[in-house]
């Protein structure tokens, strides 16, 4: 805007164009007269706002009243195993409702190996699906796999768990597991009789549920790599691998680690489809065939049938310390993907 | 003086890396793609050659007599949802308002999210416990009610959260025209806030409904199953997923049958449910409105 | 009929910035005011602090005596009968994307509980009229949303929204800095007509359009109000060798 140093001259002059050509003042209606009155005789709607806000806050508060409620009520219920075995209880192999002797140590350790299982197979399969979905794709493909993906998330737990049972179990029995015991029997990890249940058909059907999870918060955190490193990388003549390996993969590991975890806390929780094909039996076996239990299938397996105070009350403590685990577990990677897609930058090496 | 310029070699390693590792990445997508494939064509196969019209009106018969259906399941699993939903989307959505529009940038705000995400990461296997300490001890039976109940508190924290989020993309220029107009906050936060949200809040409202219509785990110890029509809510019913998981398990070809026909419908309803509301709220919207 | 605006020093902060600083002045009723100033300068808060807009930000809060006619705002109502009779029009035009056209110059009175169909159906008529934008919404006023239409159309039909209230009193901040050369000129247009019925006070940063719409032209610099009178003398003759230096374009 330039002006000249007197200004009285063309500024006014200037108005009084703009007067001189401005469009007549529409006629219009005078406002009906019930309007003003209306307004200024209604309430100020302060009685209505604090009750309205009072509402929301107890309905928020709710949900904190809930969580105390639960880690309360499971304390109270787990009393009788907590006072019997202490904290050894999560030591001791033990596991005999007849005479009353209880030890969670076979379900921790089925829970570690199907849920270690399923990462092994998943975490690979899940990366790959999520740079294909986000830098190999062509556009038209992209919607419809990740679409896909994520309808592997709506299928209900006990689906799953009927088709483990009449297709997955079978494959295992005479196809997977036969193999499986020819090539890699040395190991050690494929020994004993193979029923088609057992520890590696549960990690297998979990693998599956976890994978859209890790996938899909995978993405997530790659969408969030500024197309800028991107270009920087393949204005260097990087390929297109050495492009995703240094920009993408680079810029988003913490991220990823954090949907690896959260995709841990889903299979350490994951109730239904593993109860159907895990075998349900309490004992610690290196072989991967062999049946087992995990923390969640034994509760489901054995609650309504638990029978005397003691047997509920080391089955309610079972849950409990699934519920403490993962919080932590879960809190660990809220935090991880969290500082990726919306924090701070993360700190360059 | 060290030669700089890359060989060819190496060249044509790195592209044959870049080509190895674009055909790994397919090849784990179409490996993923298999067994979603698989399920759906078993479900489709096995359940709809199980479908009959018994299956939608009959309860189920006795071991050894065949025919029978599922309605009572059917009709089971309608009423603990329509119990878990009514209980568990006013409340959620009054938390994500909360958290929204009064609490948000306050310490209790913060609680309250960081306690919504710890209850929404909890096993639904220790939700059935939860459940069963909260309201089956008390009431000495297992019931609809308690299932229902167990599954809204499912529910709550997801419909918070998405409520909270999307009440975050209603600009705030919205509010303050109608703070502007002297309309008091509890009137625009519901004609203002809540109606702009609504198809997001409705879609997450879906998403939660959808997740806890197929849960098992949480009604093992609260609805417990039933072989009978329901006469109230206050006695154990049977439900879809329970009912599937009992057949699963069972040693009878004519009990799999049912469980593969159960497992179809209540995908079905799950994929309605979203479907029809994605359908619903896309439509109805004014011209070049949000 | 507008209704005249006494402020009497008003101070305000915003967290632990002191933003407006011993604000005095008389708007006389039935007139457009403008206030003019670099960025920053607390016209902006200013205006918000006429209907207690300010207190819808918690870090923000102000002291003083503001008079709209013969009511004292900050101690004889609250904040939400206060904006019911003080209409505001925003920088950037924000109809409610939710509503159609009729909807939209309805809600200040629809969301205070106003029912009566035959009113607010005149009501809507007379505002559009107002805000010239009547001929080129009639046909769809019910079937377009206020967000299907252009960006000077979206802020006439805000100030549509604003005037069906029948406002004693209608601030303005920055209306037209959003908008093409085109669309800012019906603005001033509108302003021009309307100030005869309310009181307007508009915050511009644009010293032509003070000069042409203004009788009276406020400068702020720094939270201060440093030079307050007749357009004509303050484009003309400024006392202040501050305000001579923004109107000459010196700084700001």
Redesign the interface.
């Known amino acids: 805007?330039?002006?000249?140093?007197r200004?009285?001259v063309p500024?006014?002059n200037?108005?009084v164009a703009?007067?001189s050509r401005?469009?007549p003042?529409?006629m219009?209606?005078k406002?009906?007269a019930?309007?003003?009155r209306?307004?200024?005789t209604?309430t100020?709607?302060?009685v209505?706002?604090r009750?309205?806000?009072g509402?929301?806050?107890?309905?928020?508060?709710?949900?904190?009243a809930?969580?105390v409620?639960?880690v309360v009520?499971?304390l109270?219920?787990s009393k009788l195993s907590l006072h019997a075995f202490g904290l050894k209880f999560f030591f001791r192999t033990a596991w005999d409702p007849v005479s009353g002797d209880f030890g969670a140590l076979p379900f921790i350790y089925g829970t570690l190996v199907t849920s270690f299982l399923a990462l092994c197979i998943a975490v690979?399969?899940?990366l790959?699906?999520a740079?294909?979905?986000m830098e190999?794709?062509p556009a038209f493909l992209r919607t419809p796999?990740a679409f896909?993906?994520e309808?592997?998330a709506?299928?209900?737990?006990?689906?799953?768990?009927?088709?483990a049972?009449?297709?997955l179990v079978p494959m295992m029995r005479d196809h997977l597991g036969p193999f499986l015991a020819k090539y890699f029997g040395w190991t050690g990890l494929f020994g004993g009789s193979n029923f088609g249940e057992g520890f590696l058909t549960a990690g297998i059907i979990l693998s599956?549920m976890i994978?859209p999870v890790i996938?899909s918060i995978t993405r997530e955190v790659m969408g969030a790599v500024p197309i800028s490193q991107k270009e920087a990388a393949l204005a260097l003549g990087a390929?297109?691998?050495?492009m995703?390996r240094m920009s993408v993969l680079r810029n988003s590991r913490i991220g990823i680690v954090g949907a690896v975890i959260l995709g841990l806390?889903r299979a350490?929780?994951?109730?239904?489809a593993v109860t159907?094909v895990i075998g349900n039996n309490p004992q610690i076996s290196h072989s991967l065939f062999a049946p087992g239990h995990t923390l969640?299938s034994v509760?489901?397996n054995e609650?309504?049938e638990a029978t005397g105070d003691l047997y509920l009350s080391a089955?309610?403590e079972i849950?409990l310390a699934?519920?403490l685990v993962?919080?932590v577990?879960?809190?660990i990677a809220?935090l991880l993907v969290w500082a990726v897609t919306r924090g701070k930058p993360v700190a360059a090496h | 003086m060290t030669q700089i310029r890359p060989s060819r070699s190496n060249a044509s390693i790195?592209?044959a890396?870049?080509h190895i590792?674009?055909a790994?990445?397919?090849?784990?997508?179409i490996?993923?793609?298999v067994?979603?494939i698989?399920?759906l064509f078993?479900?489709i196969y096995?359940g709809a050659s199980s479908l009959n019209l018994a299956f939608f009106t009959h309860t189920p018969k006795p071991v050894g007599e065949s025919g029978g259906g599922m309605a009572n399941s059917i009709v089971g699993s309608s009423l603990v949802l329509l119990v878990a939903s009514l209980m568990g989307i006013?409340?959620?959505i009054?938390?994500g308002?909360?958290?929204s529009?009064?609490?948000s940038g306050t310490w209790m705000g913060a609680?309250?999210r960081f306690?919504?995400?710890?209850?929404?990461?909890?096993?639904?296997?220790?939700m059935?416990?939860?459940g069963?300490?909260?309201i089956v001890?008390h009431q000495h039976h297992f019931s609809a009610l308690a299932g229902g109940v167990t599954l809204s508190?499912m529910m709550?924290?997801t419909v918070?959260r998405t409520t909270e989020e999307m009440l975050r993309t209603v600009p705030n220029s919205l509010r303050e025209a109608a703070y502007g107009l002297?309309v008091?906050?509890?009137?625009t936060?519901l004609s203002i806030s809540l109606r702009s949200a609504a198809p997001g809040i409705i879609t997450g409202c879906m998403l939660a409904f959808?997740r806890v219509?197929?849960?098992?785990?949480p009604l093992?110890?609260t609805a417990?199953g039933s072989n009978f029509w329901p006469h109230s809510l206050n006695e154990p019913i049977a439900a879809l997923?329970l009912q599937?998981?009992v057949y699963?398990?069972s040693p009878y070809d004519e009990w799999?049958r049912l469980?593969?026909a159960g497992?179809l419908v209540?995908?079905t309803l799950?994929?309605l449910s979203?479907g029809l509301v994605r359908y619903v709220t896309s439509r109805g919207q004014l011209k070049g409105g949000m | 009929m507008g209704v005249g605006i006494e402020v009497v020093d008003l101070n305000a902060w915003y967290g632990v910035t002191h933003t407006l600083k011993d604000i005095t002045l008389n708007i006389p009723p039935n007139s457009a005011t403008a206030l003019i100033g670099p960025s920053g300068c607390g016209k902006s808060t200013f205006v918000r602090c006429l209907n207690r807009m300010h207190e819808t930000n918690p870090a923000a809060r102000a002291t003083g005596t503001v008079k709209v006619g013969d009511r004292d705002i900050y101690r004889d109502?609250?904040p939400?009968?206060i904006r019911?009779?003080i209409g505001m029009v925003f920088q950037r035009p924000n109809p409610f994307p939710t509503m159609s056209i009729y909807d939209n110059v309805a809600s200040g009175?629809k969301l205070?509980?106003?029912r009566?169909r035959k009113?607010l159906d005149?009501?809507v008529e007379?505002s559009l009229?107002?805000s010239?934008l009547w001929e080129e919404v009639k046909d769809d006023l019910k079937k377009k949303s206020g967000a299907s239409l252009s960006g000077g159309q979206q802020q006439r039909l805000c100030i549509a929204r604003a005037l069906a209230?029948?406002p004693e009193v209608l601030l303005m901040d920055e209306p037209a800095s959003a908008l093409d050369p085109v669309s800012t000129s019906k603005i001033?247009?509108l302003i021009?007509?309307l100030k005869?019925e309310y009181t307007i006070v508009i915050v511009t940063h644009n010293?032509?359009q003070a000069?042409?719409v203004a009788e009276n032209t406020g400068f702020f610099l720094m939270g201060q109000l440093v030079e307050f009178t007749s357009t004509?003398v303050i484009?003309?003759?400024p006392k202040d060798k501050r305000t001579e230096d923004y109107?000459?374009?010196r700084f700001g």
Request: aromatic letters at 8%; hydrophobic letters at 55%; proline letters at 5%.
């Open positions: 805007m330039s002006e000249p140093s200004v009285e500024l006014l200037m108005q703009e007067q401005r469009a003042a529409p219009v209606a406002a009906p019930g309007i003003r209306f307004l200024h209604q100020s709607g302060a209505a706002d009750a309205f806000g509402l929301m806050l107890t309905c928020a508060l709710s949900i904190l809930i969580v409620l639960i009520m499971l109270d219920q690979p399969l899940a790959c699906v740079i294909f979905i190999i794709s796999i896909l993906t309808l592997l709506a299928i209900p737990s006990v689906v799953y768990g009927l088709w049972i009449f297709v599956i994978l996938s390929t297109r691998w050495e995703i806390g350490l929780g994951e109730t239904m159907m969640a509760i489901a609650f309504t089955l309610i849950g699934l519920f993962t919080i577990v879960n809190s809220r | 790195r592209q890396t870049n590792v674009t790994i990445s397919i090849l784990s997508t490996v993923v793609l067994p979603l698989a399920i078993y479900l096995k006013p409340i959620g009054a938390g308002v909360y958290l529009e009064y609490g609680i309250i306690t919504a995400d710890v209850l929404n990461g909890v096993p639904s296997i220790v059935g416990i939860a069963y300490a909260l001890v508190i709550i924290p918070t002297g008091p906050r509890w009137r936060v959808a219509a197929g849960e098992t785990a093992l110890f417990f997923p599937i998981f699963a398990l799999h469980a593969w497992s209540l995908i799950i994929m979203v | 109502a609250s939400v009968e019911r009779r009175l205070n509980g106003f009566n009113v005149e009501v007379r009229k107002q010239a209230v029948d001033e247009d021009f007509n005869n010293m032509q000069a042409r004509n484009f003309t003759k109107i000459t374009g």
